[in-house]
């Protein structure tokens, strides 16, 4: 499985940008796909995930009300629609794939596959 991000770039304070996270391969079952963070200097950390089947997301506290995780079955495709952005959302964004049933989707170790990451800078 291979994911591929894009829509990374630079914006200013209160703008917005929308990521896109493609999955492709062999056939494979999806239960759930997830969006982490990881600032300079910082730790790695959870931003938002989507469940496939029922369409459940799950968001951190820090991006709740201002990010909108969803996704394109279809198209194998995860968005983050990320509105109001502020310098402190500043970080590469990495999309993963979880394949493991009744997880929580909020724990990087859940996840199996990452995409390369795409950067977001955000100008104050």
């Known amino acids: 499985v291979q994911l591929q991000a894009s829509g990374g770039g630079l914006v200013q304070a209160g703008g917005s940008l929308r990521l896109s996270c493609a999955a492709s391969g062999r056939s494979f079952s999806v239960y759930g796909m997830g969006w982490f963070r990881q600032a300079p200097g910082k730790e790695r950390e959870f931003v938002a995930a989507?469940?496939?089947?029922?369409?459940?997301?799950f968001y951190a506290d820090s991006v709740k009300g201002r990010f909108t995780v969803s996704r394109d079955n279809a198209k194998n495709t995860v968005y983050l629609q990320m509105n109001n952005l502020k310098p402190d959302d500043t970080a590469i964004y990495y999309c993963a794939l979880n394949r493991r049933p009744f997880t929580m989707l909020i724990m990087q170790r859940d996840y199996e596959y990452w995409g390369q990451g795409t950067l977001v800078t955000v100008s104050s």
């Open positions: 989507i469940r496939w089947g029922s369409g459940t997301t």
